[in-house]
């Protein structure tokens, strides 16, 4: 069955630092999400991607999906401790709603 | 802004009791799903709802059935609580095939 793994899966960074989670699927996707859960909270979705090659920024968040679509990062440029939390990457095939999430990269920043 | 409840933070049953979690969403999503998330596994899907009456079976449905009588409502049950059923659960409503809104969980302990 599809499988959507992400990578690293804790990183710490000093506050100013930037940092990189990476997510691969064995399938080719239709789309991918990402989603952050603070510490003690529930995920919140950040952004969809569609297309393949596709770059989206926000603020110092860059998200891009593959040329094959089977693959996805999210870049946070010049971390700060309020991008402390779990990202999720969730990839769906086509012709379907369900989504599968990778396990998460646990983000923690030093001040 | 989207608001997707649960009807309790905490539950505590005894194993071999009927345990049923409710979920509400307020935007008149079509699509409504159950997660269940353990540490180090990241989120997994039990079951998910594309419309009122209609579920399908995620990755993990063993153990749990689902009742969607009313669009805004979505009802996750464990026929016979088992401890291996101990975790997170999480409920999410979405739009088409847009980004998941989460409520707040449901930490569920089975003695």
């Known amino acids: 069955g599809q499988q959507v793994m992400q990578i690293p899966q804790y990183q710490h960074v000093q506050e100013g630092e930037d940092f990189t989670t990476y997510c691969n699927s064995s399938t080719t996707l239709s789309n991918i999400q990402w ?3 603070r ?3 529930h995920p919140v979705f950040l952004i969809q991607l569609v297309k393949s090659g596709e770059v989206k920024k926000q603020k110092r968040l860059t998200f ?3 040329e094959a679509k089977k693959n996805s ?3 946070i440029t010049a971390t700060q401790t309020t991008d402390v939390g779990t990202y999720f990457c969730a990839g769906s095939a086509s ?3 369900k989504y599968i999430f990778g396990t998460g990269t646990r983000l923690k920043v030093l001040a | 802004d989207v608001k997707v409840t649960q009807s309790s933070r905490y539950l505590v049953k005894r194993t071999g009791e009927k345990v049923f979690l409710e979920c509400v969403q307020d ?3 079509e699509n409504m799903f159950w997660y269940r998330q353990d540490p180090g596994l990241g989120l997994r899907l039990i079951y998910f709802s594309y419309d009122v ?3 399908e079976k995620g990755d993990i449905p063993e153990g749990y059935s689902v009742s969607r009588e009313k669009k805004e409502r979505f009802s996750l049950i464990l026929e016979s609580a088992s401890t291996n059923q101990t975790s997170m659960y999480l409920c999410a409503s979405s739009l088409g095939r847009g980004g998941q809104y ?3 969980g449901t930490r569920l302990t089975v003695t």
């Open chain 1, 95 to 97: 012709g379907t709603y």
């Open chain 2, 102 to 104: 989460f409520g707040p």
């Open chain 2, 27 to 29: 935007m008149d999503h």
């Open chain 2, 53 to 55: 009456k209609m579920k």
């Open chain 1, 39 to 41: 510490p003690g909270g």
């Open chain 1, 73 to 75: 990062s999210l870049h």
């Open chain 1, 64 to 66: 891009q999906f593959g």
């Open chain 1, 35 to 37: 989603y952050k859960q």
